[in-house]
């Protein structure tokens, strides 16, 4: 039961533009948003998060919207550079200690 | 404290044996995770540890797949009579109690693992 999902397995971009990936959930329960960016040979490295009460969360070129009437999630990078291209994946935690994971969008930023 | 280190990073095994793999979390973190990634997948939940109780487990963790946290430092993941269906990247976190932006969950780089 795939709980996160990501339904965009790729994604190419120019230079300077800007990236959507997004991301769907179905468990009303997930009180914490975050996406994380991978590597190969590396594991995934925190990118930016966002609370179930807010609707947007900023970070420098990132920003992260919920939209929790629609249960979907997106991560915007602009200006989107070469080194963005990794996988990006969306994870949403319950009360718990676990996080639940997307299947992951590769992202590629065309120089 | 360089971050979340886990050993080996490679292992190549035969069907039917043992593997053990390590995972060194950040010092000052008392909460330890183990997550499996398959290929075209995200990393999936196997297993919680604070301090050196376990105190959450995946239906993923067969009897074949025993963790451990003697000393509340250190974690090691064995899985015996190892399958073919077990090849995949293992991947420890680790995060404090206190957590943080991301509740502080900082991955190690994974050990992967392939089954012949």
């Known amino acids: 039961d795939q709980q996160v999902k990501q339904n965009s397995p790729s994604l190419s971009v120019q230079e300077g533009r800007i990236s959507i990936l997004n991301c769907d959930y179905t468990n009303s329960m997930f009180d914490y948003f975050l996406w994380y960016k991978k590597y190969p040979a590396e594991g995934p490295t925190f990118l930016i998060s966002i609370s179930s009460i807010k609707d947007k969360n900023e970070d420098g070129r990132f920003t992260v919207f919920l939209n929790k009437s629609a249960k979907h999630l997106s991560l915007h990078i602009v200006p989107s550079q070469p080194g963005d291209s990794a996988v990006y994946f969306c994870a949403a935690r319950t009360t718990g200690n676990q996080f639940y994971f997307g299947t992951g969008t590769s992202l590629t930023v065309i120089p | 404290d360089t971050g979340v280190s886990q050993d080996p990073r490679h292992k190549i095994t035969k069907r039917g044996q043992n593997v053990t793999f390590r995972c060194d979390p950040i010092s000052e973190h008392n909460r330890l995770y183990w997550y499996r990634q398959t290929l075209g997948q995200g990393p999936e939940f196997l297993t919680y540890?604070?301090?050196?109780?376990?105190?959450?487990k995946s239906r993923l963790l067969s009897d074949r797949f025993s963790a451990e946290r003697p000393k509340g430092s250190f974690s090691t993941l064995e899985i015996q009579r190892t399958e073919q269906g077990d090849s995949a990247m293992y991947l420890c976190?680790?995060?404090?109690?206190?957590?943080?932006?991301?509740?502080?969950?900082?991955f190690g780089s994974g050990t992967r693992l392939t089954v012949v």
């Open positions: 976190a680790s995060s404090s109690e206190t957590g943080g932006s991301n509740y502080g969950y900082t």
């Open positions: 540890f604070q301090n050196e109780a376990q105190l959450e």
